[in-house]
């Protein structure tokens, strides 16, 4: 993340918790959540429980993050929309 984006207001977070059981990494819940962040328009990024922040249009930064089943994760949306 650059110094810009750190000040950045013009973004929305939203927190969410794995609650699927068979949430793995590298399965179908990763390509489900993928598929809906490319319908949103600006940049969008993906946070794990460590605080590790990825560029979250890509489906193999998304699966790096090795989210699990109970695992917290944050979405931010940057831009106007």
């Keep these: 993340m650059t110094e810009k984006e750190k000040n950045n207001e013009d973004f929305i977070s939203k927190e969410f918790v794995v609650k699927n059981l068979l949430f793995r990494s590298g399965g179908v819940e ?6 809906f962040i490319k319908n949103l328009d600006g940049k969008v990024e ?3 429980k460590d605080g ?4 979250a249009n890509s489906i193999f930064k998304i699966v790096r993050l090795g989210i699990r089943h109970k695992d917290k994760f944050t979405i931010y949306c940057y ?3």
Excluded: L, P, Q, T
């Design 52 to 55: 590790k922040r990825v560029n």
């Design 79 to 81: 831009g106007d929309n």
């Design 30 to 35: 990763e390509y489900e959540i993928s598929k």
């Design 46 to 48: 993906m946070e794990n």
